[in-house]
Structure formats: C-alpha cells, structure tokens
C-alpha cells in the first residue's frame, strides 16, 4: 500500500484539472460524531455537513468550507437547511492511483484509504480526499468541457 505524504498535485504531470457537477442531499449534524465513509472515517462537529452523493457516497465538509463550497438546489431551500444543494463549479487536481493507496484528509486528519483505479483528490494545497473510480466517472469532468 502506498503512504501518500505532503503531495502537490500540481507538481505532477500524472495529476489533470477537473470540476465537479453534481446535486447531493445535505444534512447538518446536530452533535459531534463520525461517518464512516467508503475512503475512511470522517469526524464532525455540530453544523457540519452530511453529505450523500450521487450512488450513495457520503462525506462530511466542515461548515465553514460548505458554506463557500454549495448553494441550495432549489430556489425555494434556504441555505443552511438540509435539503438538495448542487456544488459550486470548482477546479480541483486529480490522479488516477495504480495501486491501493492512503493519505490524511488534512495535517494530523483522517486517514483515508484507496484501491487501484481510485482517484486522489487535491482541493487546495494540503487539503485532499479520495474519490472511488466509479464515482469519479459520474461526476466529475475534465476542465473546459
């Protein structure tokens, strides 16, 4: 298994640009806990996002990066309410991995794990996560496209 440590993918010719486009179901977490996600568990704390995406996957986003990070899907949803929210357009850099493979969310963060064919994931330097390759091909595009 492969250890991934302080990567920037924007130093890696294997790494591309890509942005998401997806509508996830959205709930904030009264109390703090964990989620156990297909990468690896995911702690919270109250207000933050519970997150299902498209095929069931789940995740969490602390409150503050999803409050910059989605807005309602429908006009009628306030935000801050559970609901059907759709991401903002954002450009990420991503790497296909070959083999299985792990890496903290963040510094001194949950460890995420990988298989072959997965996606690791960087949204900004030092902040990454672990997108499954089925996942992956639903819902995120090459950039420009």
């Known amino acids: 298994m492969i250890e991934l440590k ?7 010719p294997a790494a591309a640009r890509y942005v998401k486009d997806e509508v996830v179901v959205v709930e ?7 989620l156990m996600s297909l990468e690896g568990a995911n702690r919270y704390l109250p207000g933050d996002a ?3 995406g498209t095929g069931g ?17 429908e006009a009628t949803l306030p935000h801050g309410q559970p609901g059907r929210y759709r991401n903002r357009p954002a ?3 991503a790497k296909r ?9 963040r510094a001194a963060g949950d460890i995420l794990s990988g298989a072959a064919g997965d996606w690791v994931m960087q949204y900004s330097p030092g902040d990454y996560g ?4 089925d996942r992956f091909a639903e819902v ?3 950039e420009g496209r």
Not at 130 to 133: G, L, N, T
């Open 6 to 12: 302080d990567i920037d993918l924007r130093e890696d």
């Open 91 to 93: 450009v990420v850099l």
């Open 140 to 142: 995120y595009r090459t």
């Open 57 to 73: 996957a789940r995740w969490v986003v602390d409150r503050m990066r999803f409050d910059g990070k989605y807005v309602p899907a």
């Open 28 to 34: 904030f977490a009264h109390m703090s806990g964990e």
């Open 130 to 133: 672990i997108v499954r390759a």
């Open 97 to 105: 991995m070959d083999a299985p493979f792990t890496i903290a969310r």
């Open 50 to 52: 519970l997150i299902t």
